[in-house]
Every structure is written in C-alpha cells, then in structure tokens.
C-alpha cells in the first residue's frame, strides 16, 4: 500500500492517532502536511518525523475557516498538490445535556464536525484534480451510544453523515470519501480520560474486557486502516464505515 507520488494533509497531527497517521503516510512514501492546534506540540512531532520523508507542519484550528483556507493554499504553494485528506482533530467534552453549557456544545461541533466540512470545502476541488480521497476519523460513538456523551456522539454520527453525501457529491469526480469509527485507542485524550476516574487499574481492565481482542488500540492500529482507505487498494470503496474496535461493538456495550 504504497502513497508515492501522493500529499497527504492529516488534522490533528501532532500526537495520538493523527499522529501515527501521518507517519505511517510518510513511511507509504507520502509527502505530509501536519495540521494541528497546537504549536508546541506540532514542533516536536515535526522534530520526530523529519528523517521519515518530506512534511510540512502548520499551526492553526479546524474550526477557523481563515486557517483552513490558509493551510490548504500553503499545501499546493509548498507541494504543488493536495490528494489526501484525513480528517482526524477531534476533542472530547462529556456531560449530560441539563450540565452541557451551550458553549461546549458549538465548541465541540465546530472542532469535531465543522472542521471536517471546512477542510472538505477547501480541498475537494483539488482533490478532484488527482483522484484523490478523504478519511474522516468517527468513533463507535457515531453507532452505540455512551452515557453523558450527547455533542461528541451527534458529532461523531454527523461525521458518517458528511462521509456518505461527500462520497455522493464527489463520487463522479472520482473523490472517494470514507470514514474510520475506533473504538478505545491508547492515545493522549484517553490517557486524559483514565487520569480523571477515580479507579484507573479498575476501569482499565473494564476497557481491555468489553474488547474481544481483549486491548485497546493502538494509534498505528487506526492509520493502517486509514492508509488502506487512502490507498490504491481502496480504490472501490467509498461511503463506506470501517469500524477498526477490536470487536468492542459486536457486545453493544
Ligand atoms: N482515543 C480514542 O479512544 C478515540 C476513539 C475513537 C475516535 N477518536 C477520535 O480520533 C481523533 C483523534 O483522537 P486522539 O485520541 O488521537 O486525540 P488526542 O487528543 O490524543 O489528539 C488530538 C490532536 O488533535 C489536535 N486538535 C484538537 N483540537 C484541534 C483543533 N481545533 N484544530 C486542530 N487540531 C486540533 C490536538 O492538539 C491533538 O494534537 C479524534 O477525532 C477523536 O474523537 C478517538
């Protein structure tokens, strides 16, 4: 599953399943563009994978249609071209709808779905140019529902949504549009998540039974999926929903 000849630009870059994404495109043989909120933490993941291939990180938010517009045009001055998409930034923000501000609610649509939308806006029609494609980062949060999640679960879903009429719109001008739904990944956001209840070991061990394969995933478990959706191999696939959780689903819970 080689990307040669391929640009690849991945959200939220800069750790966790973002990535893992972008290093195993750079490894494919992919020139990458590493987008991500997060300054710092981009600047040491720029560090990381320098000796790994050709990238280019840019600092800015999903949700800002002037820095989306502005990396996009970066990307073709830089490389000439944009064939990728992975839309991956994501953040988590739990509470029931009563304790839900609605603040939280237009942050967390704007980052996990708008941003999604806005980086489709600017990049189809390049896209369009190359056969190229779009992997957009659900989660099982899209299919099953968990308790106090109501934003991140209406974004996740909104995401297949956006997959499937992007995959209509764009179909015949040979964009391929699909989407990846994990399930427990090892990655910062839920490290953040297990440093905030109450029994780590406890739950930990509740997380490694409700998966079949008995683990979590790890961030590279994620981008092989997202480098067979973005590759040649993939070449008849669009619309589609790759769930990659281990077998989490098939228990429902
Ligand atoms: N970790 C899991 O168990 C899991 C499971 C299913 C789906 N997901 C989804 O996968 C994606 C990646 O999750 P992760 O676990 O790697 O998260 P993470 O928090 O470990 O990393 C997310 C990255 O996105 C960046 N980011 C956040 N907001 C941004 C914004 N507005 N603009 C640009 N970059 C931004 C962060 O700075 C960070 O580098 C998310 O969409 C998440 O919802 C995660």
Redesign the pocket.
Known sequence: MRLDNRVALV??????????VAECFLEAGARVVL????AQ??SLRESALQDRGELLAIA?????EA?VESAVARTLETFGSLDLLV??????LAGKAPDFSSSDWDRLM???LK?AYLFSRYSIPHLAARAGAIVN?????AIVSYESCPA?DAA?AGMLALTRTLALDHGPQGVRVNAI????????????WLDSVPDRAATLEQVRAVHPLRR??T?RD?AEAALFLASSRASFITGATLVVDGGLTIYGR
């Open positions: 959200t939220g870059a800069a750790m966790g399943i973002g990535a893992a987008f991500d909120i997060d933490a981009l800015g938010d999903v949700a800002s820095d839309n991956n930034a994501g953040i988590d704007d980052v996990n941003g980062i659900s989660s099982v949060h991140y996740k739904c994990p399930g427990y990944v090892d990655t910062p956001m839920t490290q953040k979590m995933a961030p994620i």
